[in-house]
């Protein structure tokens, strides 16, 4: 309805504006109409390069003051039926949400949870089986559910603590279950476990292999907040005890291969991802705020190095990275939304767009003094390249990147260094003030303009960019209502986007 209001709205000002020129401008004004057209549709979430196909929000509980409701979130492609799903957890259940029409998804079913009014909730898949486990409110359960069923509904085959009670992250490599800071049930006479690893062999019933603690001391790790696990190597991310990395021996006994502490601007080492040539990794501390991530050299472990550090904003605190290839990092950002990274060269990480699903404190850098808002965490390994994306307060975001996905491999690698769009303008329509968001012109002097559609100049400015992501406010109080172009000129770069005004 906006759109179409918007529209109307820009018709009845320009019709107006014919009455009062000559016959000769009115064939040029009536092609400006119908240009304008394009630059009337409503933009709710500000993004670069990213866009949105669909947003829902079925949730209605929300746990803290905040307003928390959103976690964790994956992905599951359900081959024999050429479907996709996204799997969001929630304060009080897991849904199950069908997106292989990514601009129609439809919520199929949903599993509640053993306990509700608890947001710290994360998913993981193996063949057609969904494991989901918690860290918070007693009575609490590690869940499965048999997804062959879909698109009809899920069925839960295991709901207990007989295994434990609390987890607070868990990933599959192979057929093995790696849990996180795990707690058993009272039950079960409580006590605590750095790390376990389970067997799927029988994919509904776990099979305890081996707990960290029993190889190596507390004194060294005390948690394993999150790992990331390949060929049975973990990655983890053991808080302010650094990154350590594993290997899961042919024996089913952990030997610690390295450690990797004291680097700069560290803190509570949360989450990590690796390249697929194994070379880099991309790990978050999330603890205390604004920390950047690092990006690392693993490709020989005993000698690792920080290569970049980043971070779309000072005080923006990176939370969950996912990366595609060897050269794409997907982070999930808290209050500064979504960014995908281009780490095709390591050393000097470039931003090829984000999507704020947080704009109330992101868009303006309103950071409040409680950073742990916003989005949680992305999924961005369907066939289709779709996003799931996952904003505590603001719910599902189902999202696209702008011409970068092919294949089953993600993003194309052959299009590292390209970039579709180096800045976006948001709102749109826009009242009062105006965004602009400009990626990647370090220390470049950009002539940043607005002309209206007679191509008048109407807004002028001179912008010294000195960070990676720069943002700007142009207050637009002076501006008619009408359709406007914003353009942005300098070395290498001359880009023109159209904004309504509309007050």
Sequence with gaps: MLQKSVGFNLFFVLCGYLKSQPMKNMIRLLLILVVSSNCVSAQ???GLNISMLAHLNPETDNTGSDGRKYSGCWGWYQSTKNKEYAIVGTSKQTYFIDVSNPTNPVILDSVRAKHTGCTWREIK??????????????PNSLQIVDMQYLPDSVHVVYDSNALFEFCHTIFVDQDKLYCGSVKNSAAMGGGYSTMRVYSLATPSVPVLVRSLEQDVSTTIIDVVHDMFVRNDTVFASCGYKGFHILKLTAANTFSLMQSFTGYPYSGYNHSSWQTDDRKTIVFADEVPASKPAKVIDVTDIYNISVLDTINSHPLATPHNPYII???????????????LYNISNPSNTTIYGYFDTSPLYGVNDNFSTNAYRGNWGAYPYLPSKIIIATDMQNGIFILKGNNTYESTTGVKETEASAISSVFSVFPNPASHELNCIIANHNNANLQFSITDVLGKTVVSDTWHIDRLLYKANINTNGLSDGCYFVTIKGDNLHETKKIIIQK
């Design 44 to 46: 709710i979430y500000p």
């Design 325 to 339: 290839g060897n050269n794409w990092c997907w982070m999930s950002t808290y209050q500064d939304g979504l960014y």
């Design 125 to 138: 898949t193996y063949q057609n089986y969904c494991y989901m486990v918690s860290d918070q409110c007693q």
